[in-house]
């Protein structure tokens, strides 16, 4: 689990059930990383909360800093914090897995797509 997860709101209250939600989300993505890179992953989020004309969205960006001067970011924007982080989960999700690619020589093309598929 990721354990440095910085969240911070610029015109929103983060609420105590949200800031239990994104941590777990957030936090998880962990298991995608090389072994070498797990250790001191920085992941910060910022929530924003923009006026719109119709009804109130929120842009929501995670910024993760691994080790080795490569940072990963995903943004989104939505009208249910809680969806905006489901939504950026998947984002960082693929490209972490590129970024694994690329760093990890001994995986291939034909031995990454046998890594994340799912077996019944």
Do not use: W
């Amino acid at each position: 689990m990721i354990d440095k997860i910085e969240l911070s709101g610029n015109n929103y209250k983060i609420s105590d059930s949200f800031h239990k939600y994104a941590t777990k989300r957030i936090g998880k993505l962990d298991r995608y990383l090389p072994r070498g890179n797990k250790k001191d992953v920085i992941a910060k989020v910022i929530i924003t909360e923009v006026d719109r004309a119709h009804n109130n969205k929120y842009e929501i960006s995670v910024t993760m800093e691994i080790p080795g001067g490569k940072v990963i970011t995903a943004k989104d924007e939505c009208s249910n914090v809680f969806a905006g982080i489901d939504i950026i989960e998947a984002k960082l999700k693929g490209q972490i897995r590129r970024f694994k690619l690329e760093t990890t020589p001994h995986l291939s093309k034909k031995g990454l797509k046998n890594l994340f598929i799912k077996r019944s």
